[in-house]
């Protein structure tokens, strides 16, 4: 394998922090081109003078949305988080280099236009979300599929009930069982929003609107492939982002990892259970716009992202979360995106549709 460079987009957020203890521990094969962050100043400073990348751009990321910006990187991983992942997603798909996304706001905005970009440029864009990860794994050498099973942990409040539900505050939120996450994608997996947000995105990925979503408390199975004589394939390993991270980065060739080896003895009980669309609404409301396009995903996007910073600051409860979606995707229907301007202006509308609203 020829040694791949690589360029990190939120090099200091989770993804980007893991991204790169991948190339630290593979540095025959990797190095670091690249390295983009909106504020953590001191442990940028830190990942220059250890991986020594050609290119820095740190606060004013203006850059990050000219495909010029990528001629150094063979490859991308965009680890930024929320809706402002999209306009690096599209440049990055018009510049020479690959593209490796754990963005799934790019895809849930903007999917049906970015497979376009990707089509009439030859290239394909890649997940990193474990669960996409999975489930292209599971695909390779068959594509007689049936259905998509998406797992889901279930988030911290998976036990309780709507009254106990409507307490919960931030702190409680953050507080996620399995996966090692930012804060934003920490507050979307206790509504379930985040799952729902994959479903969007699998639909993108995998050219389907059969998808389900399945509760597995441990996530150690990372989602599933059904086909037409009905078995599943389905990959399992310990809860680990960096092996989603390296297969995307050394894609086809599958790297030794330092991750524990799974010993389904010592675990013993796998669980798996329905997803109950009345206490999370969220995943309903995102279920219920899989067949529509990518104005009403975008809508649901940024509504999401706007409560979840008022439920982070504690201005608003949990089920004002699904409310505020709810009545953004009331008020914004039928509308068409053609280009990423009316993606950027209808977020801006959407944005101050909410904030007209006091929350
Ligand atoms: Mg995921």
Known sequence: MKKLRVGILGSTGSIGTQT????????????VALLSCKRNIKLLSNQISQFNPSQVIHGDTTALNYPETYKDCDIVINGISGFAGLTPTIAVLQSDSRLATA????????????RKIANESGKTIFPVDSEHSAILQCLEESNELNRLILTASGGPFKGF??????????????????????????????????????????KHLFSTQKIDVLIHRE???????????????????????????????????????????????EIGILTFGKPDYERFPCLNIAKNILSKGDYEGTVMCVADEVAVE?????????YDISDIIYKSLERFKDGYLSDVTDVLLLATEVRHFIEDRNH
């Open 103 to 114: 963005n799934k706001e790019s895809l849930v905005c903007f999917g049906t236009q970015l």
């Open 20 to 31: 790169l203890q991948v190339i630290a521990k593979h540095p025959d094969s990797f190095e």
């Open 219 to 265: 996530s150690i199975v990372h989602s599933l492939v059904e086909f037409k004589d009905r078995s599943i394939k389905a990959l399992l390993s310990n809860p680990d982002m960096t092996i989603p991270i390296q297969y995307a980065l050394s894609y086809p060739v599958r790297l030794e990892s330092d991750t524990k080896y799974l010993d389904l003895s």
């Open 161 to 202: 009930n709507r009254e106990q539900l409507s307490k919960v505050t931030s702190e409680d939120a953050i507080k996620h069982p399995t996966w090692k996450m930012g804060l934003k994608v920490t507050v979307d997996s206790s509504t379930l929003m985040n799952k729902g947000m994959e479903l969007i995105e699998a």
């Open 310 to 318: 008022h439920f982070l600051n504690n201005k608003i409860g949990f």
